[in-house]
């Protein structure tokens, strides 16, 4: 089965509206979809329209607090109520504390010496999640590094230079969000945590508050990251999840959405979602 679970349009950091990534998903067969912006919900309407015939679920990645460290949710199936709608007030107030942030990134760069247009760069932002991508592309513009990746490596980076931190919302909290709102929860991109122990402690902790899911089947894994967090999955009975991560021109590396999902693990992921092969949702 072809699906694409983790993917992000310009509601957040993608180059590519909500409609063309998923009609671009659907060109490469893709039959469970699911956009998942930043801290966003907005881009599912426009996703849903664009595949008729195909199981598209509401969702989002979620961007956590946790011991110190970034744990990025993905949420699917987000349902109608009082818990989708306690979730997107939440998820205002993030985006408040965002540009909040984004101010601030920019007033540490001119401490710097680099002066950029905190203002301009909220006005492009517009109707959309800002985050530190926002300031790497004006950093580029400026002339002031080469490329978006040079800006994170010498400025942007966690606690580097330029780095301000905000008030994200707990794990905790993004949980009961998520079952709150009906979601079914994985972690994405497990390597980012730069510890399989740590990994297993998390879901160790965390599983009965719905933390059920990992994104073993990361799009950009090769075949030997794959199998440690296959591994892990089976060890721990935990769902596989998968996607491209895909971001259009910013992140051109991967250049189009959709990976393959093989047996058994697509039955069980439908079972878990609770869809049928193609069953729009």
Known sequence: MRIDLHCHSTHSDGSLAAAEVAARAGKQGVELFCLTDHDSLDGYPATAAALPGVTVLRGLELSCKHDGKTIHLLMYGVKQGPGADALAQRLVGVLDDRRSRL????????????????????????????????????????????SMREAFERYLHDNGPADVAFARISLAEGLELGRAAGARMSLAHP???????????????????????????????????????????????????????????????????????????????????????????
Do not use: C, N
């Not at 909220?122 to 002031?144: F, I, M, N, Q, S």
């Not at 719905?210 to 030997?224: D, K, N, V």
């Open 103 to 146: 101010r601030a990134i920019v007033d540490r760069l001119a401490e710097l010496g680099i002066h950029l247009d905190g203002d301009q760069i909220l006005r492009e932002t517009a109707g959309r999640t800002a985050g530190r991508p926002d300031v790497a592309r004006a950093l580029v513009a400026a002339k002031a590094v080469r």
């Open 191 to 281: 390597h980012t945590l730069r510890s399989a122990a740590l990994v297993a402690d998390l879901y160790r902790r965390h599983r009965s508050e719905g933390l059920e899911g990992i994104e073993a089947l990361y799009g950009r894994y090769a075949h030997a990251e794959r199998e440690v967090w296959l591994r892990m999955a089976k060890q721990m009975a935990l769902v596989v999840t998968g996607g491209s991560d895909f971001h259009g021109d910013a992140m051109p590396e991967v250049t189009q959405p959709g990976i393959e999902m093989h047996e058994p693990h697509a039955t069980r992921l439908r079972a878990w979602l609770e869809v049928g092969a193609a069953a729009s949702a």
